[in-house]
């Protein structure tokens, strides 16, 4: 199935296409909408749509320059451009961008349809190419292959002068020379040690690399692919790492069952220091082969900083493979503590006879976490909760459900208040400054990833990056789970119409908040009021 972006300023032809496409009878899913291209440019980074529908006159950015942009950042998105305007300046411009269609308004939805079928079928027959293993290891055998393996290698290894470094290159027809250098080392792992599957990733990531102009790469191990990206200037060169690195994981995971870790080095200055940025690199990438769960089937990207070789930080938390209820703590906002509790009391049931029991299996669970997130925030929970550990404490707690809810709710205050009093890891800070923007800002319909990242001081993609592999979920996920939550607290406490709650929680158009709210509750915004 195929996700489908939509990319309109016109309520009624967004409208019109999410409603009137079958898309639970399609190869297609909805992946999400917005009314202009600066606003649809932060969504996209974050969803990676494979199918983008967008107007070409819109406000802010245009649907050209949207999906000029979208082509430089995500490039294996197929764009399809909807137009009033029969020009053929428009047309000529979308068709050197590569946009696989053009359609004119006024459309139906059948045309809309076939050409999507058509870029689906594309898609199908690229995914179905039969990789010839035969010549891929005739290649990799081949002289040529074995001697810019060889010179790329003796050059992350330090062991060639920088100028020899790049005469040979420049022979085998590498350009080295650049102004800023960044190396990244990417290690592929297959689902079941499936060795067809493997072959296929690498191919393709091979192949991906041999695409960018300003990225030179090799198999260094046969599982392990070492890149050097060049750049003009130091500021952009981090940021062009991340969006290659994204752009390859995506590209190996929509084409395999594989996934990768990708580690970026150190920015170096001249040719001599590249063995440096590699070395860097490896080093992080060993960092994480001594940390649970970086393996465990999720594709990463780590940059020099993000590991640190204290432990005692909340960063290293999202290294270790623990409680559930620990994964939760890390970074909950208080407004969570609710939610987390309204659990509890589920699983509670109405069998008051054995309330106490299961209270005091809940309860240990609770202390348990509590005791393991102070210790790895390097507390002691003997010294800063100790009545914890006492057996009064779980007697007194556990007396009937009221007092249950109100002690619970006290250590779990107070565990995130100690959590945020002593944050030390990098990206532990940075997700609770991103969640409190987020929770102040939810109902600004402006509110964006570039937004978001601006405020925390991180670049969009770096950002995106940052806040999936630490929270779990895209950062339009949370911030849609915070907006569908904000919404169900409306439903249940106020008269408000569903269309007002819409604009409250921070939606542009009442039609798309119903869409949303059943696609994440699974009913509509009346029949949740009327539960």
Avoid at 225 to 248: G, M, P, Q
Avoid at 255 to 274: E, L, P, W, Y
Wanted: proline share 2%; glycine share 4%; aromatic share 8%.
């Amino acid at each position: 199935m195929y996700s489908v972006f939509i990319v309109d300023d016109e309520i009624i032809v967004r409208e019109g296409i999410r409603s009137k496409i079958d898309w639970d009878n399609s190869a297609f899913s909805f992946a999400g909408e917005a009314s202009d291209g600066e606003l649809a440019l932060s969504m996209i980074q974050d969803i990676k749509p494979d199918i983008l529908i967008t107007d070409i006159k819109m406000p802010f950015m245009d649907g050209l320059e949207l999906a000029r942009t979208v082509k430089k950042l995500q490039p294996w998105i197929r764009i399809i451009i909807l137009s009033g305007h029969d020009e053929f300046d428009y047309a000529r411009k979308a068709i050197s961008i590569g946009v696989e269609d053009y359609i004119l308004k006024p459309f139906t939805s059948e045309d809309l349809l076939a050409s999507m079928n058509r870029i689906a079928v594309a898609l199908d027959a690229q995914k179905k190419q039969v990789i010839d293993i035969e010549r891929l290891k005739a290649e990799l055998e081949s002289q040529s292959v074995l001697i810019k393996e060889k010179l790329l290698t003796d050059i992350v290894m330090g062991v060639l002068p920088s100028a020899d470094a790049v005469q040979q290159a420049a022979e085998l027809q590498i350009n080295l020379i650049a102004r800023y250098y960044l190396v990244c080392v990417t290690e592929i792992r297959a689902q079941n040690d499936d060795t067809g599957e493997l072959i296929a990733a690498k191919s393709r990531l091979s192949a991906f690399i041999d695409e960018k102009p300003e990225a030179v790469g090799f198999f260094i191990s046969p599982v392990k692919f070492v890149c050097i990206v060049k750049a003009s200037e130091r500021d952009s060169l981090e940021e062009e790492v991340y969006t290659i690195a994204n752009a390859a994981h995506h590209e190996i995971e929509r084409n395999s069952t594989c996934f990768a870790v990708t580690t970026i080095g150190a920015i170096a200055d001249r040719t001599a220091h590249i063995s440096e940025s590699y070395r860097e690199a490896e080093r992080v990438m060993e960092l994480c082969h001594s940390r649970s769960g970086f393996f465990s089937g999720k594709s990463r990207v780590v940059n020099t900083a993000d590991l640190q070789a204290d432990d005692q930080n909340l960063g290293n938390l999202a290294l270790l493979n623990d409680d559930p209820l620990v994964d939760r703590l890390k970074y909950a906002g208080t407004g969570e503590i609710d939610e987390i509790i309204a659990q509890f009391i589920k699983l509670l049931g109405d069998n008051q006879e054995q309330f106490s029991v299961i209270a005091s299996y809940l309860l240990v669970d609770v202390i348990m976490a509590v005791s393991k997130l102070v210790e790895e925030l390097g507390g002691d929970i003997k010294e800063v909760m100790p009545e914890l550990l006492t057996r009064s404490f779980v007697d007194k707690a556990v007396e009937n459900q009221d007092v249950f809810i109100r002690e619970v709710h006290r250590v779990l205050d107070f565990v995130l208040e100690y959590r945020n009093s002593n944050i030390q890891g990098r990206y532990g800070d940075v997700i609770l400054r991103a969640k409190q923007y987020i929770d102040e800002q939810y109902a600004n319909p402006d509110i964006c990833l570039h937004s978001v990242a601006e405020a925390v001081n991180y670049s969009p993609n770096h950002f995106s990056t940052v806040f999936s592999q630490e929270c779990g979920m895209t950062f339009i996920e949370y911030l849609t789970q915070v907006r569908i939550e904000a919404a169900q607290k409306l439903l249940k406490n106020s008269s408000l119409k569903s269309s007002d709650i819409a604009y409250e929680v921070g939606f542009n158009d009442p039609h798309y908040f119903s869409f949303i709210f059943k696609k994440t509750t699974g009913m509509t915004p009346r029949d949740y009021r009327g539960k």
